[in-house]
């Protein structure tokens, strides 16, 4: 897994401070949320929330309600809930899941807003990345959420955030590989319209379900922990090269068995590669010919999922008979969307921001 402990507060100094506004990017992701802010904090947070089981759980975590990767290390006394399906806020379908899942997402939201260290009378402006093509609806349940938290809240599209985190103001796509959605967004010095972002949902979890349905089809007596094929995942998890073996013990009616996964892993995380190649080839064919290039030249890989070896090389070899493509990642995939954010809301002059 990418964190073993919640990041704490780091200073990040490239930004002017000013006493009375504090802007901050926010990332709402599926499995990790990150945040950054004016007053120099670069913060992440798992993004999930655990309420003890019963008494004895209470007893045990201490709190009503615990949030973070302090949940995982205490997942055996708590209900788990995830605030963030498929990058968006999720409601439940049954009723008592239901107004769990609005507590779980209430106070996710409260947990974030109180990380981030606002100073008695400073104005809050938050910037919120949401997928590429989220609903209306969607980032409605944004604003709704953060209502009576913060001064003044933008929600736009996440991988939007990334390209003007990293001064790319011009001609680019970027293809955001995370838990819940696979984002891909053409950037061609405006503000991106429908027809310039498509939303997949074979992103990381769809490659671990598929990883554990190939496993349990091929040992069914296998106790397979998902947990741990995850961590396996993000050790090896590589595209391009033949697959070198990957040896794992399971336990199969009792006894260890040895096992190489290898081919498993090779053939889930394959999985995402259609959607990429077919819809970056398809921003790029159906561009103005005479920017072609420019899309080509700068296609950018964001998103943990950008962490699969070889993944670049992959893209522009399947892509090479276009012409010259070069694929480049993300400084810092945690990070990219929050920065984005925070970059964002600076530069916005504050008349122009809806106030809450
Ligand atoms: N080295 C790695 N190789 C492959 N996948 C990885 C690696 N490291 C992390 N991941 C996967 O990346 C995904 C998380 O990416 P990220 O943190 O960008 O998602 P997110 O922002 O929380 O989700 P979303 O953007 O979909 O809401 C997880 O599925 C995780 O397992
Ligand atoms: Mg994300």
């Avoid at 736009?156 to 390209?163: A, N």
Wanted: proline letters at 3%; hydrophobic letters at 40%.
């Amino acid at each position: 897994m990418i964190h073993k402990e919640d990041n704490p507060a780091t200073p990040y100094r490239n930004f002017q401070q000013n006493s009375e506004n504090l802007f901050v990017g926010i990332d709402l992701g599926t499995s990790q949320s990150a945040i950054a802010t004016s007053s120099g904090k670069l913060l992440n947070v798992a993004s999930v929330v655990g309420f003890p089981k019963d008494l004895v759980a209470y007893k045990l975590v201490g709190k009503s309600v615990v949030f973070g990767n302090e949940c995982f290390k205490n997942r055996m006394s708590l209900d788990l809930h995830f605030p963030l399906e498929k990058g968006v806020i999720e409601f439940h379908r049954n009723q008592k899941d239901a107004s769990r899942q609005r507590e779980a997402i209430s106070g996710f939201i409260n947990h974030i807003i109180s990380l981030i260290g606002r100073k008695e009378g400073q104005n809050l402006y938050v910037v919120v990345g949401a997928p590429a093509r989220s609903t209306v609806n969607d980032r409605q349940a944004v604003v709704k959420a953060m209502e009576g938290l913060v001064d003044a809240v933008l929600v736009v599209s996440e991988p939007f955030l990334v390209s003007y985190g990293m001064s790319v103001f011009g001609f680019a796509i970027i293809i955001d590989i995370g838990a819940g959605t696979l984002d891909i967004c053409r950037m061609h010095g405006a503000i991106p319209e429908e027809e310039d972002q498509q939303t997949f949902f074979t992103a990381g979890n769809q490659v671990d379900t598929k990883f554990f349905d190939l496993l349990k089809a091929r040992i069914p007596n296998a106790r397979i922990s998902q947990f741990r094929l995850k961590e396996i995942k993000e050790q090896h998890a590589h595209i391009g090269k033949k697959p070198s073996k990957i040896m794992t013990e399971f336990s199969v009616s009792g006894k260890l068995v040895s096992y190489d996964i290898s081919k498993e892993l090779y053939e889930s995380v394959e999985s995402i590669l259609p959607n990429i190649i077919k819809t970056t080839r398809k921003m790029i064919t159906e561009f103005d010919q005479e920017y072609q290039n420019l899309l080509m030249e700068n296609i950018i890989l964001a998103g943990c999922g950008s962490r699969i070896k070889g993944l670049d090389e992959v893209i522009a070899s399947e892509l090479s008979d276009l012409g010259e493509v070069k694929v480049r990642l993300t400084e810092d995939p945690i990070y990219a969307g929050a920065i984005g954010g925070l970059r964002l809301g600076q530069d916005m002059p504050v008349e122009e921001w809806e106030k809450l």
